[in-house]
């Protein structure tokens, strides 16, 4: 009885080695990236509490474009990951036009967004009563940081789209690879703009916004550099803008069951800027802690997001090859795997939970405040790796108005409201309220357990396309 269990919920050697070579390149890359983000916010943090606060209320707002352009090439990349399953490389071809063309529409809206409106944006974050920070300083710094960032936008929307492609066909090596020297490259910049080392110009968080725009600008070029030389290899990228025209059956099966999960990306990142706003209103402090407990928080999120994106493409490959049962199998085995793995992760964030803020030259206030902060996402990460397993499974059989429904919309009328409620109207302290809005999340675990389970999302969304 105990080694049937074992046998199915424990994959073999076989199994966890398949899975490595798929998400190892991926934890790897993102490990990096937000590890040089690492090391930009703390170089950054050290020449001030307002220049750090005002790059982190844009980096705020540069997240959820961020992840609307993720949810722009995952809204095709399902049937990228089932058309490779199935090996019908025309479609693979138009999923990526797809993403190239809603990806470059959203960056051309952002930088609008950003131009016209940025200081009002920023403005929603700083509150007049904090006991801590300039809020005159923190708004133009934020402003200047804006300024340069949002010029990166577009070679990063073009990256997304090429990089997911990649991984969605099974080339995962190339864009770690890739994403390894532009971060290198943008750690370099970092460190000579930041700081002005070795007479470059001392240019604070401007410099960190330079360098961060060159490595996006270099990571775009190498990428599309690569893929069109291997042209034989993924020949996806042959004629590929000979046309921009996208079969009309194909359009709406990608509108009807990807784009929900664009509008539930964009509805969730905004959603969490909003949860932002409402922690802000606290004061500068909270808006400071916050951004050190998320920049190290992220570190270690790698490896459930990393897994989500395993489990979206060997789940959905299966799926496209007609595998439910061991679709099925593999899924379990993957959850299990995630969150194991982030019990391990999580101990070991709880364990410099209180030596890492202190880095930061900032007030003991802010640095308090992140260290609990920073233990509560600890504390908290093996159920975020399980809520995100469930959604990516849901997500790679098609189910996205069901992962709408199970993210976006429970942030809207869940967290939100409670945030809001408990900041505003009580004089709850920041941190039990941060935990309240993270603790609520586990009902979400629950009805994940119950859809998946149930199996609704065990269905071959390309063999009509």
């Known amino acids: 009885m105990n080694q049937n269990v074992l046998r199915k919920y424990i994959g073999t050697k076989e199994f ?14 993102n490990g990096i990236t937000n590890f040089v983000s690492l090391l930009d916010n703390i170089m950054v943090g050290q020449v001030g509490t307002e220049q750090m606060s005002g790059v982190a209320i844009v980096n705020q707002l540069i997240v959820v474009f961020n992840i609307c352009v993720f949810g722009g090439v995952s809204s095709a990349g399902i049937f990228t990951a089932q058309y490779y399953g199935q090996g019908n490389r025309e479609g693979v071809r138009n999923t990526f036009r797809f993403k190239f063309l809603v990806c470059m529409l959203m960056a051309v809206v952002a930088m609008g967004l950003f131009f016209f409106f940025g200081e009002d944006l920023i403005m929603l974050y700083l509150h007049e009563g904090s006991q801590e920070g300039d809020i005159g300083k923190t708004l133009q710094f934020g402003k200047e940081y804006l ?32 994403g390894i020297v532009a971060v290198l490259l943008n750690m370099v910049g970092n460190f000579f703009l930041i700081f002005g080392s070795f007479g470059a110009p001392k240019l604070g968080a401007i410099g960190a916004a330079i360098s961060t725009d060159i490595a996006r600008f270099a990571e775009c070029f190498i990428l599309i550099y690569w893929t069109h030389k291997n ?36 509805a969730w990142s905004i959603g969490q800027a909003f949860l932002m ?49 061991e679709a099925k199998d593999t899924d379990r085995k993957l959850l299990v795997f995630t969150v194991g793995t982030c019990v391990i992760f999580g ?21 308090e405040l992140a260290t609990r902060f920073i233990l509560i996402a600890a504390a908290c990460m093996p159920l975020y790796a399980f809520m995100h397993g469930c ?58 357990y119950a859809l998946v389970k149930k199996g609704i999302w065990l269905q071959n969304i390309v063999s009509d396309s």
């Open 277 to 325: 706003q409402c922690y802000s209103v606290r004061g500068l402090a909270v808006v400071a802690g916050l951004n050190i407990s998320s920049t190290v928080s992220n570190l270690f999120n790698v490896v459930f997001l990393s897994m989500g994106s395993a489990i979206a493409i060997l789940v959905g490959q299966l799926l496209g090859a007609g595998k439910m049962e």
């Open 231 to 266: 042209r034989e290899r993924h020949n996806f990228i042959v004629g590929a803008y000979a046309s921009m025209r996208i079969p009309k059956v194909l359009t709406l099966e990608i509108i009807k069951k990807g784009i929900p999960l664009l509008l539930n990306e964009a």
């Open 16 to 29: 966890y080695k398949m899975v490595l070579l798929v998400v190892i390149p991926i934890i790897i890359q």
């Open 347 to 367: 101990s070991l964030l709880a364990i410099i939970s209180p030596f890492f803020p202190k880095i930061y030259n900032t007030s003991n206030n802010v640095q």
């Open 147 to 178: 300024s340069v960032i949002m010029i990166g936008l577009i070679p990063y929307a073009i990256s997304q789209t090429y990089a997911s492609t990649l991984r969605e066909t099974g080339e995962t090596l190339v864009p770690m690879k890739i």
């Open 391 to 448: 959604y990516f499974t849901l997500r790679s059989g098609g189910k996205t108005w069901i992962t709408v429904l199970f993210d976006s919309v429970y942030v809207w009328l869940v967290d939100i409201p409670l945030a809001y409620v408990l900041s505003r109207f009580t004089d709850m302290p920041i941190v039990w309220v941060y935990l309240s809005c993270q603790l609520i999340e586990t009902i979400k675990c629950f009805i994940g």
